[in-house]
């Protein structure tokens, strides 16, 4: 099988590497994190520019017809400069349900907005005792005439500060971990009965803390079937899983090239530490965590459009927990060849890892996923 990029795919890849290089500097990221938004509004607008956020929507909706290879590249990219902006939250997330699930007429009014720039979107699905259960929703969704009413709250939003639509899971029926009565619903964050509290998380992204009080919301903000609208979130968190596999091979391979730099220049006892060979085997293990990463995020690339939603599942599930593995391999080398300045906040090594262990919490940690993947009998079920 054929692994090359295509030239367009490659002049996708060239393009940002060169304008995150040029504007992603570590001084530059303290700066955009200093901000009130946490990231920078020209960088955002020159992705917008470049056509990323019309990247996977189809021609048809006003998109560039990108697939998971093209969010593959995109994400690995944010991942090596340790990106700040909120193009996962907007475009792998919410650009999900939208391609996914959206009306035709959810796709004309929203995309083109997405494509420019111009909304930003988020997805809340988090409660406070849910921990990884996509299917555990206390928030509920009470049907209001032709619309709904929403109440409840979700945590740890990713961007949720700063988007102009968020998109939540909430009950229509059922108890609280039935897999069936589960509604997706597109609320405007600025809708009366909102309320959001906004922080910065360890890894210096943003975040925010949703509350719905009796927020009303038309029948046109439904996405799907409001009974039936989990399969739908599955499939998005799972190809937001690709993406997040991609971007933690993107935080993996910058955390190996700062640490064999710093070893060639770091000097104990008179001559540079990469001279002692037990470093040098602590290199050679983050060198071989990174391409057994990168080999599994891959096969999750390839799976991630898959319509079987088993098979897709446990490529999710074999791709978190080697990712996961991984960058515990690659990170805590890195601290330990670093020394006392990888633990610093001068210092950017620390906050790869800080990225590395937020992308491995996030939609279930490695050792979640093991357990989801011994239970669906491992990555190829047997035919029996």
């Known amino acids: 099988m054929d692994f090359d990029l295509s030239e367009e795919q490659s002049m996708l890849k060239d393009s940002l590497d060169r304008l995150l290089a040029d504007a992603y500097g570590f001084e530059a990221r303290k700066r955009f994190m200093a901000t009130p938004e946490g990231w920078s509004a020209d960088i955002w607008r020159q992705m917008a520019e470049m056509g ?9 909706d006003g998109g560039i017809g ?9 994400m690995e990219s944010l991942g090596k400069a ?16 939208l391609r996914l699930g959206g009306s035709a007429a959810q796709k004309a009014d929203l995309i083109p907005q997405v494509a420019d720039g111009s909304l930003k979107l988020a997805f809340g699905h988090t409660e406070r005792h849910s921990r990884f259960d996509l299917a555990h929703v206390n928030t509920t969704a009470t049907k209001d005439g032709d619309g709904w009413v929403l109440s409840g709250a979700k945590s740890v939003v990713q ?27 597109l609320v405007d964050a600025g809708a009366e009965g909102v309320s959001r509290r906004s922080y910065a998380t360890q890894d210096g992204l943003r975040a925010a803390e949703l509350t719905l009080d009796k927020v009303r919301v038309p029948a046109g903000a439904v996405i799907g079937d409001p009974e039936n609208g989990l399969p739908l979130a599955r499939r998005v968190v799972d190809q937001a899983i690709a993406a997040l596999a991609a971007e933690a091979v993107g935080v993996m391979s910058a955390m190996h090239t700062l640490t064999v730099d710093y070893m060639k220049v770091r000097k104990q006892f008179g001559v540079p530490i990469g001279s002692f060979q037990v470093l040098q085997h602590g290199a050679v293990d983050m060198y ?9 995020t891959l096969y999750a690339t390839m799976m991630a459009d898959s319509d079987d939603a088993d098979e897709r599942a446990r490529a999710m599930h074999a791709a978190k927990a080697e990712i996961g593995r991984g960058g515990r391999i690659v990170g805590e080398n890195a601290i330990q060849i670093h020394g006392g300045v990888g633990m610093t906040m001068e210092y950017a090594v620390g906050h790869y890892f800080k990225r ?20 669906a009998g491992g990555l190829f079920a047997s035919a029996a």
Do not use: K, W
Request: glycine residues 12%; proline residues 2%.
């Open 52 to 60: 990323l956020m019309a990247l996977p929507f189809a021609e048809a």
């Open 66 to 74: 990108g697939g998971a290879v093209e969010t593959m590249i995109v």
């Open 82 to 97: 340790l990106a700040l902006e909120p193009y996962f939250a907007t475009v792998v997330l919410g650009g999900g349900f």
């Open 159 to 185: 961007h949720g500060d700063c988007a102009d639509r968020i998109f939540v899971t909430a009950r229509t029926a059922g108890g609280m971990t039935d897999e069936r009565g589960v509604g997706i619903f």
């Open 288 to 296: 071989v965590a990174i391409e057994q990463a990168r080999s599994i």
């Open 356 to 375: 590395m262990t937020m992308i491995d919490v996030a939609f279930g940690n490695a050792d979640h996923h093991l357990r989801e993947l011994a239970r």
